[in-house]
């Protein structure tokens, strides 16, 4: 059975309707101050299937610092993932809109947003989705070649990268000779090639054993506050609130509560 | 990205062969089909392409090269008149049934010319010599002959009629793929083994003061009766002119055909193209050759169409990170295509190679040549790009389809 979007009508709030109304562009002076690299407002996702329609996600607004590890976190079928997509420019919402470091992404076309996706994006996910035919180093090196560092230069930058996640002595190695926390390194090295802004994570540490996703979750951490990085990350596991700045939870795609405040908690 | 395209292709080495093996397939499915065709057009216009003459004289109702109206051998004389013509030869073809000495029958196309001469022969005689046919009853023939002739060398011996006939030479690559076995002798010998062996006598008598004239065959009383030159009044096939220097070859084929009653004239070129015409188009073997190749093409497009598919079926989720990361289709699309591009021109080069080498074989042994010009494994490698990249469009299809999102689905 196949679920797709459809256009759904909403009124959005005063305040969301406001924002938006103005665009990314004529807010992004105040997004910056405020340090927000992502801003989501009024977000809806609708499936529909046949004459069945699911509601996945109702009315979403969420904010996520820049330089922050933001995790969303909820039960299955919650829309976690469903979000983490439209965060990340993969699929559009039936509703709302999304702006990434000032730019609403709802509004560009899917040209557009892939270059946006190229430039400034990086994924990392529950599988790897490595290369299984390519080397470490040519995962890497790939994914700057796509970004337009070609040659040699991918080669050496590709090389840096898995120096930083410590796998340079496995540069040569194909995935299948590594095991699944190498290949999760491989992956993040490969999520940070082109310097992007913003890295979307989905379950990273779900295949991996404990010491493994700690060993993960730590190393992304550290990349990520080195050079101010943000971060959202889709996990089931209760172990990585201790490295995250904020969480938010999702229930039947509505977002439970105030992501800060859950923080705050957590911290005291 | 070159790399991708490459690795994804050899990352399953035993896949890998699979695939090259079907394309190969394809490809020399479809090299073998155009080859035969080129083989059979060439070997139906070979004996015209290796004579030295530089027009055709031929009956005016003349078809091809073998099918073709007799005209009178006094036009030899009458050719060797017209301005323009350094030398005239004549051609006589007949037929007949050569039995082997062990009795098999097989039939024959005799070509009779002046061993002499310097317009038909032109071609390389091995184990013997052109000069060997001026003995009677002997004849040459293409090597590839020997078994359908049921003879083994030189000097073997067969008959035909009454008559005991010589193989005194042995020729290559002057026999149409299309024809009986081709034998080569003087006018003389074809002459007489045309006509059986049996004499002719030409009876004249006057009667109201003109003479009226009559060839008389009878059986000769000889086994072998000595072979007669040609007279005047005698049949051949064609004649064949060698111009002087700086004529135009158009200009003396008209003279010629002004001089020549119920005569065409043809340049070397324009008789082997009309006798290549009659094979290719007349007799549908072109069409059946040509849908041999269309179907090895059907056939290649299938096999690298359902190899592609799987294979971009099988990476799915890599091309779909691909898209998620931001890479555009038009990048994503030129891997498969990349893909596609290798498994061609992997699959075309060991399949043009097989071709030659089966092309060598079969002329040795059969006669039959898959002519493999540099301008057919040109179009051939152009097509095999054309039908790989063609099947890859399928592929593409699916990954247009494909949803980014899938990479979030573990």
């Known amino acids: 059975m196949t679920a797709t979007p459809i256009s759904f009508q909403v009124s959005l709030p005063e305040s969301t309707a406001k924002v938006f ?49 933001h995790l969303l976190m909820g039960p299955s079928g919650s829309g976690k993932t469903t979000l983490l997509s439209i965060l990340g420019g993969i699929l559009t919402p039936t509703d709302g809109g999304i702006c990434l470091l000032g730019q609403d992404i709802t509004r560009m076309s899917q040209s557009q947003l892939s270059k946006f996706r190229l430039k400034n994006i990086g994924f990392i996910f529950q599988e790897f989705n490595l290369f299984p035919a390519l080397t470490a180093l040519e995962n890497v090196a790939l994914a700057l070649d796509v970004k337009g560092i070609k040659g040699r230069a991918a080669k050496r930058e590709a090389m840096g990268l898995l120096e930083q996640v410590g796998l340079a002595n496995k540069a040569k190695s194909l995935p299948r000779d590594l095991s699944g926390g190498q290949k999760q390194r491989v992956a993040i090295a490969r999520a940070l090639s082109g310097n992007p802004q913003i890295i979307m994570a989905d379950e990273p ?18 990349l990520a506050k080195e050079e101010n990085r943000t971060v959202v990350m889709v996990t089931h596991d209760p172990r990585i609130i201790d490295v995250a700045d904020r969480v938010t939870y999702l229930e039947d795609g509505i977002l439970q509560n105030n992501p800060t405040a859950i923080h705050h908690q957590k911290l005291a | 990205m070159t790399s991708i395209a490459r690795k994804n292709l050899f990352e399953d080495i035993p896949r890998f062969l699979v695939a090259q093996a079907g394309i190969m397939f394809a490809v020399s499915l479809v090299t073998i089909q155009v080859g035969v065709f080129n083989g059979f057009s060439r070997s139906t216009g070979i004996l015209i392409d290796r004579s030295a003459a530089d027009i055709w004289v031929s009956s005016s109702d003349m078809v091809n090269l073998e099918l073709t109206i007799p005209i009178p051998a006094s036009h030899l004389a009458l050719a060797q008149q017209v301005e323009g013509v350094e030398r005239a030869e004549a051609l006589l073809l007949g037929a007949g049934i050569w039995r082997s000495s062990e009795g098999d029958i097989t039939t024959v196309r005799l070509f009779g010319f002046d061993p002499d001469g310097q317009l038909f022969a032109s071609f390389p005689v091995m184990d013997g010599s052109l000069s060997d046919l001026k003995q009677p009853y002997t004849v040459i023939t293409d090597k590839s002959n020997l078994d359908s002739l049921d003879v083994r060398q030189v000097g073997d011996t067969a008959s035909m009629g009454s008559l005991a006939v010589t193989l005194v030479g042995l020729t290559e690559d002057t026999q149409s793929i299309t024809s009986s076995a081709y034998l080569f002798s003087s006018l003389e010998n074809v002459k007489a083994i045309a006509t059986g062996g049996r004499s002719a006598n030409l009876n004249c008598r006057l009667q109201n003061g003109e003479f009226f004239c009559m060839n008389v ?68 073997v072109g069409f059946i050759l040509g849908l041999g190749a269309v179907v090895g093409m059907i056939v290649g497009s299938v096999i690298v169409g359902q190899i592609l598919y799987s294979s971009v079926a099988d990476h799915l989720k890599e091309y779909a990170t691909l898209k998620a990361m931001g890479v555009s289709n038009r990048v994503v699309y030129s891997i498969i295509i990349q893909q596609a591009l290798w498994m061609g021109v992997l ?44 099947s890859a469009l399928f592929a593409v299809q699916k990954v247009t389809r494909v949803d980014p999102a899938i990479v979030f689905k573990s």
């Open chain 1, 205 to 222: 540490t779900a295949a991996l054993d404990s010491q493994s996703g700690h060993a993960v979750i730590t190393l992304l951490r550290q």
């Open chain 2, 347 to 390: 699959g075309y080069i060991p399949s043009l190679a097989l071709c030659i080498g089966l092309g060598f074989w079969t002329f040795a042994t059969q006669g039959i040549m898959i002519l493999i010009t540099p301008l057919t494994a040109a179009g051939i490698l152009g097509l095999t790009v054309f039908m790989c990249v063609g």
């Open chain 1, 21 to 69: 109304s103005q665009g990314c562009e004529t807010t992004l002076d105040a997004f910056r101050t405020a340090g927000k690299a992502i801003v989501a407002r009024g977000v809806e996702m609708i499936y529909q299937s046949g004459s069945q329609r699911f509601h996945a996600l109702k009315h979403i607004n969420l904010e996520v610092n820049k330089g922050d590890i």
């Open chain 2, 217 to 284: 065959f009878g059986e000769s009383p000889d086994e072998n009766p000595a072979p007669t030159p040609l007279s005047a009044t005698d049949p051949v096939t064609h004649v064949l002119i060698k111009a002087e220097p700086g004529t135009d070859l158009q200009e003396l084929k008209q003279r010629l055909q002004q001089s020549l009653p119920n005569t065409y004239a043809f340049t070397r070129g324009e008789m082997a193209k009309r006798t290549r015409a009659y094979w290719v188009q007349r007799t549908g």
